[in-house]
C-alpha cells in the first residue's frame, strides 16, 4: 500500500522509494483530539501540518470576539500560520481540530534542510505555494464581488463533503454571513 504522502506527492514531482524515504524521515506523525489545538493566536509557529486524516479550521477572533474563519484543511491539505512559520512571528491566527485528526508535520528547519538537499522538494512546495495563492486570491476575490448565495453555491459545488464535517455556524463563519442566513441560502 502506498503511504498517503507518497501519493500526495507524487501527483506533482515522481519519487524512488529511497526518495520517498528522506523525505518522510523529515517528518513526525501526531494524532489530536477534536478539539485540541494546533496552533494558538500569539504562539511562535515552527511546524507546516498535512493532514492524513480528520478537519481542521483555522481562524481568528476579532476585537467583537466575532470568529473569522480563514480555511478549513481536510485530507492532502497543508496547514499552519504561515507568516508564522515563515517570518518567526506571533501567530495571528489558531488551528483546532474539528474532528480527531492524524497529521504529518515538519518543522520549519527540517523542511528548509529537506529542500535544499532534495531539489524535487523545493518544485513540489513551490508548486503547492503556487496553487495556494491562487486558492486565496480566488477566496478573496469572491468575498468581494460575490453575493452570499453565490459563495455558499460555489462552496458547496467546490467542497460538498465539508458541509457533512462541519457545524452550519462554522460554515456560515467561513462565508461571512449569519446562521440565519446560510439557513436561508440552503433552503
Same mark, same amino acid.
Given at each position: 500500500?502506498?503511504?498517503?504522502?507518497?501519493?500526495? /506527492?507524487? +501527483?506533482?514531482?515522481?519519487?524512488?522509494? *529511497?526518495?520517498?524515504?528522506?523525505?518522510?524521515?523529515h517528518f513526525v506523525s501526531i494524532k489530536?483530539?477534536?478539539?485540541?489545538?494546533? /496552533?494558538? +493566536?500569539?504562539?511562535?509557529?515552527?511546524? *507546516?501540518?498535512?493532514?492524513?486524516?480528520?478537519?481542521?479550521?483555522?481562524y481568528f477572533n476579532d476585537d467583537s470576539g466575532k470568529e473569522h474563519i480563514l480555511q478549513f484543511a481536510m485530507e492532502n491539505w497543508w496547514s499552519t500560520d504561515y507568516e508564522s512559520f515563515i517570518n518567526k512571528a506571533q501567530s495571528k491566527t489558531s488551528i483546532d481540530c474539528l474532528e480527531d485528526s492524524e497529521l504529518l508535520y515538519i518543522t520549519y528547519e527540517n523542511r528548509e534542510k529537506l529542500t535544499a538537499e532534495m531539489h524535487k522538494m523545493e518544485r513540489f512546495w513551490a508548486k503547492k505555494s503556487k496553487t495556494g495563492r491562487i486558492a486565496l486570491q480566488n477566496r478573496i476575490l469572491s468575498l468581494?464581488?460575490?453575493?452570499a448565495k453565490e459563495r455558499y453555491d460555489l462552496l458547496l459545488e467546490q467542497y460538498p463533503q465539508?458541509?457533512?464535517?462541519?457545524?452550519?455556524?462554522?460554515?456560515?463563519?467561513?462565508?461571512?454571513?449569519?446562521r440565519e442566513t446560510l439557513s436561508r441560502l440552503s433552503s
Amino acid at each position: 500500500m502506498i503511504h498517503p504522502l507518497r501519493q500526495h /506527492i507524487e +501527483e506533482i514531482i515522481p519519487l524512488t522509494d *529511497e526518495e520517498f524515504d528522506f523525505v518522510l524521515s523529515h517528518f513526525v506523525s501526531i494524532k489530536k483530539r477534536k478539539h485540541q489545538y494546533l /496552533i494558538q +493566536e500569539g504562539d511562535y509557529v515552527n511546524k *507546516e501540518y498535512w493532514v492524513i486524516k480528520g478537519c481542521l479550521k483555522t481562524y481568528f477572533n476579532d476585537d467583537s470576539g466575532k470568529e473569522h474563519i480563514l480555511q478549513f484543511a481536510m485530507e492532502n491539505w497543508w496547514s499552519t500560520d504561515y507568516e508564522s512559520f515563515i517570518n518567526k512571528a506571533q501567530s495571528k491566527t489558531s488551528i483546532d481540530c474539528l474532528e480527531d485528526s492524524e497529521l504529518l508535520y515538519i518543522t520549519y528547519e527540517n523542511r528548509e534542510k529537506l529542500t535544499a538537499e532534495m531539489h524535487k522538494m523545493e518544485r513540489f512546495w513551490a508548486k503547492k505555494s503556487k496553487t495556494g495563492r491562487i486558492a486565496l486570491q480566488n477566496r478573496i476575490l469572491s468575498l468581494l464581488k460575490n453575493s452570499a448565495k453565490e459563495r455558499y453555491d460555489l462552496l458547496l459545488e467546490q467542497y460538498p463533503q465539508l458541509f457533512q464535517r462541519v457545524p452550519k455556524k462554522l460554515i456560515a463563519a467561513y462565508l461571512g454571513v449569519s446562521r440565519e442566513t446560510l439557513s436561508r441560502l440552503s433552503s
